[in-house]
Protein backbone atom coordinates (compact mmCIF):
# COMPACT_ATOMS: atom_id res chain seq x y z
CA UNK A 1 0.00 0.00 0.00
CA UNK A 2 2.60 2.40 0.58
CA UNK A 3 4.02 2.05 -2.51
CA UNK A 4 1.20 3.10 -4.32
CA UNK A 5 0.44 5.97 -2.16
CA UNK A 6 4.29 7.53 -2.83
CA UNK A 7 3.47 6.81 -6.55
CA UNK A 8 0.65 8.44 -6.33
CA UNK A 9 2.47 11.44 -4.47
CA UNK A 10 5.60 11.33 -6.87
CA UNK A 11 2.78 11.58 -9.92
CA UNK A 12 0.95 14.98 -8.22
CA UNK A 13 4.28 16.41 -7.34
CA UNK A 14 5.33 16.00 -11.48
CA UNK A 15 2.04 17.14 -12.41
CA UNK A 16 2.18 20.36 -10.26
CA UNK A 17 5.92 20.81 -11.54
CA UNK A 18 5.18 20.61 -15.26
CA UNK A 19 2.14 22.88 -14.53
CA UNK A 20 3.90 25.21 -13.04
CA UNK A 21 7.30 24.73 -15.46
CA UNK A 22 4.11 25.16 -18.63
CA UNK A 23 2.73 28.45 -16.86
CA UNK A 24 6.32 30.20 -16.63
CA UNK A 25 7.63 29.32 -19.83
CA UNK A 26 4.02 31.21 -20.72
CA UNK A 27 4.26 34.15 -18.68
CA UNK A 28 8.25 34.35 -19.80
CA UNK A 29 7.43 35.90 -23.80
CA UNK A 30 9.61 38.89 -24.68
CA UNK A 31 7.15 42.08 -23.83
CA UNK A 32 5.29 40.44 -20.59
CA UNK A 33 4.58 42.70 -18.04
CA UNK A 34 3.66 41.34 -14.73
CA UNK A 35 3.84 42.39 -10.83
CA UNK A 36 5.93 41.10 -8.15
CA UNK A 37 6.88 41.29 -4.51
CA UNK A 38 10.34 42.06 -3.14
CA UNK A 39 10.56 39.62 -0.60
CA UNK A 40 14.29 40.59 0.31
CA UNK A 41 16.85 43.00 -0.67
CA UNK A 42 20.19 42.63 0.37
CA UNK A 43 22.64 45.67 0.23
CA UNK A 44 26.26 44.46 0.67
CA UNK A 45 29.17 47.09 -0.27
CA UNK A 46 29.18 46.51 -4.18
CA UNK A 47 26.19 45.12 -4.70
CA UNK A 48 22.80 44.90 -3.50
CA UNK A 49 20.46 42.51 -4.53
CA UNK A 50 16.55 42.13 -4.39
CA UNK A 51 14.69 38.98 -4.91
CA UNK A 52 11.27 39.71 -6.18
CA UNK A 53 8.34 36.64 -6.25
CA UNK A 54 5.69 36.05 -8.66
CA UNK A 55 2.42 34.92 -7.17
CA UNK A 56 2.09 32.48 -10.10
CA UNK A 57 5.67 30.87 -9.29
CA UNK A 58 7.42 29.05 -6.70
CA UNK A 59 10.93 30.41 -7.11
CA UNK A 60 11.68 34.24 -6.74
CA UNK A 61 13.54 35.87 -9.46
CA UNK A 62 16.73 37.95 -8.49
CA UNK A 63 17.73 41.16 -9.55
CA UNK A 64 21.46 42.26 -8.98
CA UNK A 65 22.93 45.84 -9.02
CA UNK A 66 26.58 46.46 -8.98
CA UNK A 67 27.67 49.50 -6.82
CA UNK A 68 30.97 49.58 -8.80
CA UNK A 69 29.13 50.64 -11.68
CA UNK A 70 27.27 54.11 -13.02
CA UNK A 71 24.81 52.15 -15.21
CA UNK A 72 24.18 49.35 -11.82
CA UNK A 73 23.83 52.83 -9.29
CA UNK A 74 21.71 54.49 -11.79
CA UNK A 75 19.56 51.49 -12.14
CA UNK A 76 18.99 51.21 -8.94
CA UNK A 77 18.35 54.88 -8.49
CA UNK A 78 15.32 54.65 -11.15
CA UNK A 79 13.79 51.49 -9.27
CA UNK A 80 13.80 53.64 -6.42
CA UNK A 81 12.66 56.63 -7.67
CA UNK A 82 9.64 54.71 -9.11
CA UNK A 83 8.69 53.57 -5.57
CA UNK A 84 8.61 56.91 -3.86
CA UNK A 85 11.97 55.96 -2.18
CA UNK A 86 15.75 57.91 -2.74
CA UNK A 87 18.49 55.66 -3.50
CA UNK A 88 20.13 55.80 0.43
CA UNK A 89 16.58 53.98 1.09
CA UNK A 90 17.14 50.88 -1.21
CA UNK A 91 16.46 48.32 1.91
CA UNK A 92 13.30 49.84 1.96
CA UNK A 93 12.09 47.92 -1.35
CA UNK A 94 11.44 45.13 0.94
CA UNK A 95 7.79 44.20 0.62
CA UNK A 96 6.59 46.77 -1.99
CA UNK A 97 5.53 45.99 -5.40
CA UNK A 98 7.88 45.84 -9.00
CA UNK A 99 6.22 45.64 -12.27
CA UNK A 100 8.58 43.50 -14.32
CA UNK A 101 8.92 43.29 -17.70
CA UNK A 102 10.54 40.36 -19.63
CA UNK A 103 13.25 41.16 -22.07
CA UNK A 104 13.52 38.12 -23.41
CA UNK A 105 16.15 36.63 -21.50
CA UNK A 106 15.95 37.87 -17.88
CA UNK A 107 12.74 40.04 -15.80
CA UNK A 108 13.89 43.48 -15.65
CA UNK A 109 11.78 46.50 -13.42
CA UNK A 110 9.91 48.09 -16.30
CA UNK A 111 11.22 51.67 -14.46
CA UNK A 112 14.84 50.89 -15.79
CA UNK A 113 13.72 50.06 -19.12
CA UNK A 114 16.00 52.53 -20.65
CA UNK A 115 19.26 51.60 -19.00
CA UNK A 116 18.81 47.87 -20.99
CA UNK A 117 19.97 46.79 -24.30
CA UNK A 118 16.63 47.07 -26.45
CA UNK A 119 14.28 47.71 -23.77
CA UNK A 120 12.54 51.27 -23.28
CA UNK A 121 11.38 53.59 -25.94
CA UNK A 122 14.11 55.93 -27.73
CA UNK A 123 13.43 58.86 -25.29
CA UNK A 124 14.26 57.09 -22.52
CA UNK A 125 17.07 55.11 -23.88
CA UNK A 126 18.67 58.38 -24.87
CA UNK A 127 17.74 60.13 -21.53
CA UNK A 128 19.73 57.30 -19.36
CA UNK A 129 22.83 57.21 -21.51
CA UNK A 130 22.76 61.01 -21.74
CA UNK A 131 22.82 60.84 -17.62
CA UNK A 132 25.79 57.99 -17.57
CA UNK A 133 27.16 60.16 -19.56
CA UNK A 134 27.15 63.46 -17.56
CA UNK A 135 28.03 60.61 -14.13
CA UNK A 136 31.15 59.78 -16.21
CA UNK A 137 32.31 63.43 -16.59
CA UNK A 138 32.03 64.56 -13.74
CA UNK A 139 34.49 61.88 -12.23
CA UNK A 140 36.74 63.13 -15.00
CA UNK A 141 39.78 65.21 -14.93
CA UNK A 142 38.99 69.14 -13.95
CA UNK A 143 40.46 70.08 -18.11
CA UNK A 144 37.84 67.98 -19.46
CA UNK A 145 34.65 69.11 -17.52
CA UNK A 146 36.22 72.91 -18.24
CA UNK A 147 36.36 71.94 -22.32
CA UNK A 148 32.58 70.31 -21.69
CA UNK A 149 31.53 73.68 -20.34
CA UNK A 150 33.09 75.83 -22.52
CA UNK A 151 31.78 73.55 -25.86
CA UNK A 152 28.22 74.19 -23.78
CA UNK A 153 28.57 78.03 -23.42
CA UNK A 154 28.84 77.68 -27.82
CA UNK A 155 26.80 79.67 -29.87
CA UNK A 156 24.85 77.66 -32.73
CA UNK A 157 27.28 79.71 -35.00
CA UNK A 158 30.59 79.00 -32.97
CA UNK A 159 29.52 75.22 -32.84
CA UNK A 160 29.19 74.46 -36.47
CA UNK A 161 32.06 76.45 -37.35
CA UNK A 162 34.04 74.13 -34.40
CA UNK A 163 32.43 71.06 -36.23
CA UNK A 164 33.56 72.40 -39.82
CA UNK A 165 37.47 73.28 -38.49
CA UNK A 166 37.27 69.62 -36.99
CA UNK A 167 36.65 67.66 -39.86
CA UNK A 168 38.81 69.71 -41.63
CA UNK A 169 41.34 68.80 -39.06
CA UNK A 170 40.60 65.01 -39.16
CA UNK A 171 41.03 64.75 -42.88
CA UNK A 172 44.50 66.45 -43.31
CA UNK A 173 45.40 64.18 -40.34
CA UNK A 174 44.04 61.47 -42.45
CA UNK A 175 46.00 62.51 -45.76
CA UNK A 176 49.26 63.24 -43.58
CA UNK A 177 48.94 59.64 -42.04
CA UNK A 178 48.42 58.01 -45.28
CA UNK A 179 50.77 60.26 -46.83
CA UNK A 180 54.04 59.18 -44.29
Known sequence: MTDT???STST?????????????????????????????????????VLRCRFDWATEPTRLGYDLNSDRGVARLERLCESNGLAFEQ?????????????????????????????????????????????????GSPAILRRGVRRVRSLSMTQTIIAVVLVKKLLIVALIAYLLL
Request: zero cysteines.
Open 5 to 7: ASA
Open 90 to 138: ADHLEGSLVELQYSGQRWVPTAEAGYEQGQGSVGETFRAELELLARELA
Open 12 to 48: AVTDTDEYEHLRRKRKETQGTVELAEVVDVWVGTDEV
